[in-house]
């Protein structure tokens, strides 16, 4: 075999995007002293051809001849009179390949045998730098120590992965006999996450068995028992005291969330928190389902491929639920630090939030258009206290015929993993988000981040829907946290499993049998096959280049036993696995902080505090983000996240029509508000309930067809006072769920989202809940969309604006956070729900908007711009309550349940009779003038501002 | 009336083919999507169809550049079989990753008629946009010349582009000018009145403006914009101010291909 080095740069006269790109985060970096950055792409191959094909292969493969130019072998330095800096990023041993997996095919097309196929990314830097700034910019912005290394100069290139056959050894832990310490010991060493608790139970098991367990057998139990898999934290008994009274919770969950789903008992509910997604009817032949996940530890040590694992991870939960849906939305909300933080104040073992933010949203797109699913609906919320910890929830919406919503796997089935092959990527991953990160878990915890490849996981796709509707297969769920042994495990809990671990495809040799069933390399799914099956289903897969392989079966002896070459290798009961974990009780308690409202002078104008507020990074523009989605892809867009007359305009909702011949919609949506939980998370919780419905309903989705999912990320609930906070925020699940009739269908939580600086230091993220909606259009033709339409027509504000500053944008530019937090009236806000679809629905609003972040001032301004005409308001038309009698506080109170619409004058009456027993009000006008203009109630001009200057302000943040 | 036939084709990281299939249908085709592998198995099933489209996606991830390895599978197994359906007078249309896979495989523009598939001394590329990162937005496009059999002359519309790669280059600029000489440019991005300009109006900094390319015969097209994304009105991405709610410009050049097989073959 001969090693070939192929480099590929762009021509003189071609911009060098990658290159420029580096050179301004050079720039960022504060490094002046670089003019310039080449880039050049680097391919590494063995293979036995000759250089008449190498020099074909450059030209027809790896160069495109028009704007490329390629070199065989390894460039020097440039001649110049610069000093030049060469340094090449390769990819760790073992980390995914996904060009040098194409590049194998392009070679195997043109006659070439190839043995294996490497790539890297070389940098030419141009200019004076010492040794520590090259470190720097080779840690900061070139590489990534976790799944990179990096070489300078003319430094050997890293060998290729090692392909040592792996020889069976089988390893058992000595537990019966530890002491505690012994037990706590053991856990760490094995990064196992198990707390002494969960160890004594394990020890207990194994006592009475009279034997010790093999590595894999307490693997497996730390998988199954981990905090990321069973949520021991929230499943909990917990004795909640709160302001002195004393609340006791069986099981925190099931009492507050599930019990609403289940109180509420809508019969369009098809499978709720059982399956991998929520499944709720669509039509009468589909049924919709909607997860959203979390993927935070990973995305804060590598923000790419930890965000993309997340966004590729959440697909797969759809796809395995039921018999398998196909995704048809993707939802993606981001919790960062402030943008503009120095770089000398970041924890040590942080990335910077702008690093993050870009390589999760890069991350993101990358995987999510691969996948051709739309991106449609999101949020990006910044705050200082998500630097070491960002928080990156990914969503998935698939469709579902009914009749594929329930799986049934038996006895005798066969056991198949499909799509990706396994490696030793992701190991631990499950227990590792479970835990506290600290500043050396860059380091310890790198081989926990997964790296995936969108095309495998595509092309899973399209063979298991063909699969599906033929009926090859029984049952199916997704490979995801704790690998296959979650998966095995889990389809096979009222049955028995038995695998042959060596028969799983590997992307390398030498893994041991331990690492291949806990390994979370990225796009794998279990399906159960009869064996009559197997051929045909095979078959399928092998026609469009699938790995399909049967790795074990499913037996009726409720025992998981996994062998290795025939040789048993760990065996565990499935009731134990399952059951075994001891049941918590914990103490919560909660207590209102003191806190009080600044003393703010009133103005006669309030221009600078809307220009402000508009330019706050929680309310800019997402524009720059949105952008780098496809998010009309498969061709169902309705409502599209970005509207208005020139396109740019911000949605409250998305809609899309899941099936191309039917005006028959869905409808997603998100609420979150992070620093109304600094007061009081019960009233942040059923703030963001209400967002999620107020936006869904501003589109014209259903009020009654409302269904919802909760993401708690939390911190350290070990805690009395963390977990007290979790438990207000649940109750106010159930009331708000209860209130406004909308099931919660699935969920997640994301506990420990803390991070112990190299000082000792803890940060903890703000209290997070983000609700997510879905609900159905009965006709999309019958959609609004929030952008002013008409001079002429008038405007209403429907619901009461209160004196409810606390936490409010407003105060945030003010450097408070004030103590009136909005509050919900539920009965009032799911009436006026009900009454704004209604006016929707008969065709009398023209557009509708949310009044949220910023309140009305914002609210206003937002529909003035997007629609490109005026407004003219008089806050004298305000309905509002009594004690809310200043100016600032009616223009900038984020006081819940309230919408502004657009009404033609024409239909005045109609909308008024609508609207009767609702606090609404007509507060003014589409001008065509392009001027905001807000009256106070003593006639005082507060608000005078031009849209283009609106507007401005409002993109200029976040156009990075 | 005659049942015009159209295949789309699939191959690992294709993605836009279920939405083409249903504008095809929409138009009065009879589509079906078929896997490469399928064709390459048995080119001769090409027979059975009038209508060719590579659609949007990332075939195979996009890895090397966009469109590349989809373009080196298709010239090593379907160069002749490709050559015959285009010289059968039939027509091909490719969508953004479609259209890179024609241009990558020499198919367009095509100077030599369909001699010139293969991966050497390409004229045209389609490369990384001037902003360096994947966009989604809605462009104006201006129809140039008559040639091309999909478009409607004169008629501006107005589509969505969803890409990272569509900046289109030349070798040289005899390269330039002989597309526009010879009626190889099928549309322009322009602005909504009709004239060229910069970013955002020419969304990826494509060389001459150009958004669209036909092959001498007019007979096949290949463009960056995604004309299977506005077949239905709701699509546009501010149709709640139209007042023509019946408008969808994608369709026409669905329509027109369907309407050239069932008038010339």
Redesign the interface.
């Known amino acids: 075999m001969k090693q070939w080095r192929f480099e590929v740069c762009n021509k003189a006269g071609?911009?060098d995007?990658?290159g420029?790109?580096v050179l301004d985060d050079i720039k960022e970096l504060g490094i002046n002293t670089i003019e310039m950055v080449h880039s050049a792409r680097v391919f590494l191959i063995e293979a036995d051809f000759e250089k008449d094909f190498a020099i074909r292969a450059a030209?027809?493969?790896?160069t495109?001849?028009?704007?490329e130019d390629y070199y065989i072998g390894r460039s020097g330095a440039p001649a110049g009179p610069e000093k030049a800096t060469l340094i090449e990023v390769h990819l760790k041993s073992g980390v995914t390949d996904?060009?040098a997996?194409?590049?194998v095919?392009?070679l195997s097309?043109?006659?070439a045998k190839v043995k294996n196929v490497r790539t890297a990314r070389k940098y030419v830097l141009l200019g004076n730098i010492t040794d520590a700034q090259r470190d720097m910019i080779s840690r900061r912005v070139l590489a990534n120590d976790c799944i990179e290394d990096v070489i300078y100069g003319s430094d050997e290139e890293p060998p290729s992965a090692h392909t040592k056959a792996y020889e069976l050894e089988i390893s058992e832990i000595p537990i019966r006999k530890l002491d505690d310490d012994g037990l706590v010991e053991l856990s760490k060493k094995k990064d196992l996450f198990l707390n002494l608790r969960e160890m004594q139970t394990i020890q207990k098991h194994y006592q009475d068995l009279k034997r010790d367990p093999s590595d894999i057998e307490l693997e497996t139990l730390a998988q199954t028992w981990s905090e990321h898999c069973v949520h021991k934290t929230l499943t909990s008994s917990v004795d909640m005291e709160f302001n002195g009274e004393k609340i006791h919770y069986d099981n925190l969950l099931k009492d507050t969330v599930f019990k609403a789903t289940k109180d509420l008992n809508k019969e369009w509910c098809i499978s709720v928190f059982a399956d991998n997604a929520g499944v709720v009817a669509f039509d009468d032949k589909t049924a919709v389902c909607f997860k959203v996940e979390t993927h935070n530890h990973p995305s804060a040590l590598d923000p790419y491929g930890g965000a993309a694992t997340g966004i590729g991870g959440v697909i797969r939960d759809p796809m395995g639920t039921g018999m398998g849906a196909k995704p048809v939305a993707n939802t993606d909300i981001f919790c960062f630090g402030l943008p503009d933080k120095k770089l000398d104040d970041i924890p040590k073992g942080v990335l910077h939030p702008k690093r993050i933010m870009k390589g999760v949203v890069s991350g993101v797109?990358d995987y999510g258009?691969?996948?051709?699913i739309p991106t449609i609906n999101g949020a990006i919320y910044f705050d200082d206290r998500y630097t070491a910890n960002p928080l990156v929830f990914c969503g998935n919406i698939g469709l579902i015929p009914n009749d594929m919503c329930f799986k049934h796997q038996q006895s005798g089935n066969i056991v198949m993993v499909i799509g990706g092959k396994t490696g030793r990527d992701g190991i631990h991953g499950a227990t590792f988000s479970s835990g506290q990160m600290t500043h050396e878990h860059e380091t310890i915890f790198s081989h926990a981040v997964q790296i995936g490849?969108?095309?495998t996981e595509?092309?899973m796709l399209?063979t298991l829907l063909q699969a599906r509707d033929r009926g090859l297969y029984e049952a199916i769920t997704d490979c995801g946290a704790g690998g296959l042994s979650s998966a095995v495990g889990e389809m096979g809990e009222k049955l028995g499993a038995e695998v042959d671990l060596e028969k799983v495809p590997l992307k390398y040799a030498g893994l041991n049998y331990t690492e291949i069933w806990i390994s979370e390399a990225q796009e794998r799914m279990v399906i159960s096959v009869k064996p009559e099956k197997v051929d045909e289903i095979s078959k399928l897969f092998a026609?469009?280049?699938v790995e399909a392989t049967v790795i074990g079966r499913f037996t009726d002896d409720k025992k998981l036993t996994l062998k290795y070459n025939g040789q048993q290798v760990g065996q565990l009961d499935m009731e134990f696995l399952h059951e075994g974990i001891c049941k918590y009780s914990r103490k919560a308690t909660w207590k209102q902080p003191k806190l009080n409202e600044p003393v703010i002078d009133q103005k006669d104008n309030y221009n600078d505090e809307l220009l402000g507020i508009l330019s706050s990074y929680n309310v800019a523009s997402k524009e720059w983000v949105?952008?780098?989605?496809?998010?009309?892809?498969?061709?169902?867009?309705?409502v599209?996240p970005?509207?208005?007359?020139a396109?740019d305009g911000p949605s409250d909702a998305a809609v899309i029509?899941p099936k191309?011949?039917s005006d028959r919609g869905v409808a997603v949506s998100c609420g979150m508000n992070p620093m109304y939980g600094d007061i009081d998370p019960y009233w942040m919780a059923l703030a963001g309930i209400d967002e999620a419905i107020r936006n869904i309903v501003c589109v014209g989705a259903r009020p009654d067809r409302i269904a919802i999912l909760d993401n708690f990320c939390w911190g350290d609930c070990t805690k009395p006072e963390t977990l007290g906070s979790v438990v207000r925020a649940s109750q106010a699940c159930y009331d708000g769920a209860m209130g406004f009739e909308v099931p919660f269908i699935s969920g997640k939580d994301s506990l420990n989202n803390e991070f112990l600086c190299d000082d000792g230091t803890e940060i903890s993220i703000p209290s997070t809940l983000l609700i997510s909606a879905m609900s159905i259009v009965d006709d999309?033709?019958k959609?609004?969309?929030m952008?002013a339409?008409q001079p002429g027509n008038l405007l209403f504000v429907v619901g009461l604006t209160k004196n409810e500053l606390g936490g409010s944008h407003y105060y945030k530019i003010k450097g408070h956070l004030g103590a009136n937090v909005p509050t919900v009236d539920i009965k009032t806000a799911a009436a006026t729900a009900k009454r704004i679809y209604k006016a929707i629905n008969k065709g009398l609003v023209?557009?509708c908007h949310d009044c949220s972040e910023g309140g009305l001032a914002v609210g206003l301004a937002e529909m003035a711009f997007a629609g490109g005409f005026g407004i003219k308001a008089d806050l004298k038309g305000l309905a509002k309550a009594k004690d809310c009698n200043r100016a600032d506080t009616q223009l900038f109170s984020e006081s819940n349940s309230r919408y502004i619409v657009e009404i033609e004058p024409d239909k005045f009456d109609q909308f008024a009779k609508l609207m009767l027993n609702i606090p609404f009000g007509q507060i003014g006008k589409v001008t065509d003038d392009k001027k905001v203009v807000i009256f106070s109630e003593d006639n005082k001009n507060v608000i005078d501002i031009d849209i283009e200057t609106l507007k401005k302000a409002w993109q200029e943040p976040l156009s990075l | 009336m005659k049942q015009v036939k159209a295949l789309v084709l699939?191959a690992?990281?294709v993605?836009?083919d279920?939405?083409t299939q249903?504008?095809l249908e929409k138009a009065g085709a009879l589509a079906e999507r078929v896997?490469i592998?399928?064709i390459i198995e048995n080119p001769s099933c090409l027979d059975d169809y009038q209508i060719l489209v590579f659609p949007?996606?990332?075939s195979?991830?996009?890895?090397?550049?966009a469109g590349?390895?989809l373009a080196?599978?298709v010239v090593?197994?379907l160069a002749d079989a490709l050559k015959k359906f285009i010289s059968d007078g039939k027509v091909v249309l490719g969508i953004c990753n479609g259209f890179q896979v024609l241009v990558k495989t020499g198919i367009l523009p095509g100077f030599n008629g369909g001699d010139n598939i293969n991966?050497?001394?390409?004229?045209?590329?389609i490369?990384?946009?001037?902003s360096?990162?994947?966009?989604?937005?809605?462009v104006h496009l201006e129809p140039a010349g008559d040639k091309c059999i999909f478009i409607n002359p004169g008629q501006r519309i107005y589509l969505?582009i969803?890409h990272g790669e569509g900046k289109v280059?030349?070798?040289d600029t005899a390269t330039l000018d002989r597309l526009k000489s010879d009626g190889h440019v099928a549309f322009r991005y322009v602005d909504s009145e009709g004239n060229t300009g910069k970013f955002p109006i020419n969304p990826n900094g494509s060389t001459d403006s150009i958004a669209g390319l036909t092959d001498p015969t007019g007979r096949v097209l290949g463009l960056m914009p995604?004309p299977?994304?506005f077949?239905?009105n709701?699509?546009h991405?501010?149709w709640?101010?139209l007042k023509d709610r019946s408008r969808a410009d994608g369709i026409t050049i669905f329509n027109n291909a369907v309407n050239y097989v069932r008038d010339n073959l």
């Open positions: 071609f911009p995007v990658q420029d790109n030209e027809e493969l790896l495109d001849m028009v704007c996904p060009v997996e194409s590049v095919a392009g097309d043109m006659g797109r258009n691969r996948m051709g490849n969108a095309i595509k092309k399209d026609a469009e280049d949105i952008r780098q989605y496809d998010h009309e892809v498969q061709g169902g867009s309705v599209k970005l509207t208005g007359a396109n029509r191309l011949n999309v033709n959609c609004v969309m952008d339409k023209v557009s | 699939r690992a990281g993605n836009c279920m939405e249903y504008a896997h592998n399928r949007g996606g990332f195979y991830g996009d890895d090397v550049a590349k390895i080196n599978q090593h197994h991966l050497k001394d390409l004229p045209v590329s490369t990384n946009n001037d360096g990162k994947f966009e989604d937005r809605w969505p969803a280059v030349t070798k995604h299977e994304r077949v239905h709701t699509q991405p501010h709640g101010r």
